[in-house]
């Protein structure tokens, strides 16, 4: 009772949940008997780097196909996007993940099938790094190919309008070389949807780092999360929960941010609104 | 060129078959889809042909005896049990072997159940305790007879099973339990949860849309907040804390998932409520004093039906996934058959330790392509109602 503070009134509790979760103090796991901020630090590191990294690739390539999609309309590349966009909207992540773990980790065993690093880990800080990234290499995969299909497609989708306008036809009226008029005109236009979209897909990149982890066995916030639901481990549950809102919040902001820095006219409205 | 009519999309048809296998799909099935059919992690029949198969035989008496022909090695298990209403004094349960020697198995009880794999049964047939009952029993190819034999009344079924590695169109689980019977017992679960909690949220979005784009005022900038509020929350570790708090029933997590997707049309339809709201004849409307419940059921309701259609089925997929999603994590009823669960027992229990991908497949690719048909239903839907869309994915 008293070390839960469960003989404390309401209010004192809640006071307390509020001081104790703003210190990053969140109590002792019931299942580990170890504090929850000692597992969750080492933790945070990893579903950030798989969130990262996943996010950076997928978003590079899926702009990138995008584009040249745009360009060449009716071509093979486009009927790609096109299929891979609907098909990332509609294939189970963890099926997928299942199966490329099956032919390529059980079948064909070239990459690990679970863990963030090998038991025991190897020594020295290269090796380390190396079976780290090996370890991380199929699940970055994976949410690469789930994730850019509806990246391209939507990149697509903006920039065939986008390609349509008349400023375009202009650039390219000048005589401007085609590179220039895709990377000076066009891309600035797609630049600032471009973060919104970053920003709407954030939630449900967070959702997918559960899945992920859960079937790679990874050692992050995700599968921390998952096994302190199903075994009832509130501390850890509650942590996990604000520490997963915590870097939607974060990461909402920083696309936020960006918005001024890539769209100059939202700088000029919010300076007038004030 | 492009195909327009509804009968000539592949995902209807599909959406057709998968609706029809999941209302009448378990009469293809002699056993309920949770019995234990055949032996743990059987492959699929057309897998390995020198595996034995699972051979079932049941005696009656209009039907006393029954031949089995074998041309395999020895099963994994043979087991005969007696379901019998009373004892039959004086009926034994013989084996006959393809040369002709026979077997007695044990006399005809009630509940009496002989397994190749007892030490009392074994000790009965003679063998050492260390031996393969299984084994003994079939040593040889050809035709074997399991029969009722003796003089008396009885009433009843024999059964008798024998355990080969193979069963059925899909193979087994870890239970033995028939993965083709799961896969058709658990579209019904995707269909159902996906089609009731884009209902329930199709109908709550529309309701806010509805409201807040009619009304405007301080009903609208709240369920927009609101609204932008639910968009910015990861769904998943909400649902697995709703899933864990208020129980793992079927209609809770309907009700959840719901609570989660009905941002989208709330937004669309208040949109078009705006659009429509300061139109002449919804003035018209409020100028001859109709009441403002009047105008939006009986007028700006049905105007965005067509598109609420479109919505609804584009929306199915999501609901889909999102249950397969929180099964697969171990988060739905266990005594629920539904795809993600078959998935989360094939992560779980068979899939790398046992090399059973076909526990994996066919509730996967299921997912996979009911999400899809819904997709193509949605697109289609979509371009019936707002042409200028013609020419998108899939189509």
Redesign the interface.
């Given at each position: 009772m008293e070390v839960y503070g469960l003989d404390k009134p309401m209010l004192t509790q809640f006071a307390l949940y509020v001081k104790s979760s703003l210190s990053f103090d969140f109590g002792i796991s019931f299942l580990t008997g170890r504090p929850v901020a000692d597992e969750l630090r080492s933790r945070v590191p990893n579903t950030v780097a798989l969130l990262g990294s996943s996010l950076l690739l997928s978003a590079l390539l899926g702009t990138w196909l995008g584009i040249q999609a745009a360009r060449k309309r009716g071509g093979a590349l486009e009927r790609l996007v096109?299929?891979g966009?609907?098909?990332s909207?509609?294939?189970?992540?963890?099926?997928?993940q299942?199966?490329l773990?099956?032919v390529f980790a059980?079948a064909i065993p070239i990459f690990p099938?679970r863990g963030s690093l090998s038991v025991p880990p190897p020594l020295g800080g290269a090796a380390l790094f190396l079976d780290y990234v090996w370890h991380l290499a199929l699940p970055v995969l994976s949410q690469v190919l789930l994730g850019f299909g509806g990246w391209a497609?939507y990149v697509r989708n903006l920039m065939v309008k986008i390609l349509g306008e008349d400023f375009i036809l202009m650039a390219r009226g000048r005589g401007l070389p085609e590179r220039r008029v895709l990377r000076g005109h066009a891309f600035r236009m797609l630049l600032p949807p471009l973060l919104t979209i970053l920003l709407?897909s954030?939630?449900?990149v967070?959702?997918?780092a559960?899945?992920t982890e859960?079937?790679f066995s990874l050692h992050g916030v995700g599968r921390f999360?998952?096994e302190a639901?199903?075994g009832?481990d509130y501390p850890a549950?509650g942590a996990?929960?604000f520490l997963?809102?915590l870097l939607?919040v974060a990461s909402?902001l920083a696309s936020d941010l960006l918005y001024g820095v890539t769209d100059p006219r939202v700088r000029l409205e919010r300076g007038r609104g004030r | 060129m492009r195909r327009r009519t509804l009968t000539r999309r592949w995902s209807f048809w599909c959406l057709v078959l998968l609706a029809a296998l999941a209302l009448f799909g378990g009469r293809l099935f002699s056993a309920p889809p949770d019995a234990e059919v055949a032996a743990p992690f059987s492959k699929p029949f057309w897998l390995d042909r020198s595996l034995p198969p699972t051979v079932t035989a049941d005696l009656t008496p209009d039907a006393p005896s029954a031949e089995i022909p074998w041309s395999w090695g020895a099963p994994s298990r043979f087991f005969v049990a007696a379901d019998m209403v009373a004892d039959a004094p004086g009926r034994t349960i013989l084996w006959t072997k393809p040369g002709g020697r026979t077997v007695e198995i044990a006399p005809l009880k009630k509940g009496v159940e002989r397994d190749g794999r007892d030490m009392a049964f074994k000790r009965a047939l003679g063998l050492p305790p260390f031996a393969d009952g299984a084994a003994s029993l079939l040593d040889e190819r050809g035709t074997y007879r399991l029969s009722v034999d003796g003089q008396g009344p009885w009433e009843g079924t024999v059964r008798l099973r024998l355990d080969g590695g193979r069963w059925g169109l899909f193979g087994t689980d870890q239970r033995g339990r028939d993965i083709a019977a799961l896969f058709v017992a658990g579209i019904r679960v995707s269909l159902l949860v996906g089609i009731m909690a884009t209902l329930i949220a199709t109908a709550l979005g529309t309701t806010v849309g509805l409201a807040a784009g009619y009304l405007g005022g301080w009903f609208d900038s709240a369920a927009m907040r609101l609204v932008d509020l639910l968009?910015?929350?990861?769904?998943?570790?909400i649902l697995?804390?709703l899933a864990?708090i208020w129980g793992k029933g079927l209609w809770q997590l309907v009700l959840i998932l719901s609570i989660f997707s009905w941002m989208g049309t709330a937004r669309t339809v208040r949109a078009m409520t705006l659009s429509l709201r300061d139109t002449a004849y919804i003035e018209d409307l409020r100028g001859i004093g109709a009441p403002t419940a009047y105008i939006l059921r009986r007028h700006l309701l049905p105007e965005t039906l067509p598109l609420l259609l479109a919505t609804m089925t584009l929306g199915v997929?999501g609901a889909i996934?999102s249950e397969?999603?929180l099964s697969?994590?171990?988060?739905s009823d266990p005594r629920v058959i539904s795809w993600g669960r078959m998935?989360h027992e094939?992560?779980t229990f068979g899939?790398?330790t046992a090399?059973a991908?076909w526990m994996?497949l066919p509730?996967?690719?299921g997912?996979?392509v009911l999400?899809?048909a819904?997709?193509?239903m949605g697109k289609y839907l979509e371009e019936r109602t707002d042409p200028r869309l013609r020419g998108?994915?899939?189509s």
């Open positions: 096109l299929w966009g609907a098909l909207y509609s294939f189970p992540s963890f099926f997928f299942l199966m773990l099956m059980a099938l497609l709407l954030l939630p449900g967070v959702s997918g559960v899945l859960t079937v999360l998952m639901v199903t009832h549950a996990s929960f997963l809102a939607t909402t | 968009l910015s929350i990861p769904m998943l570790p697995m804390a864990a997929p996934l397969a999603g697969f994590l171990g988060l998935l094939a992560q899939t790398f090399g991908w994996l509730p996967g690719l997912i996979a999400c899809l819904f997709l193509d998108g994915a899939l």
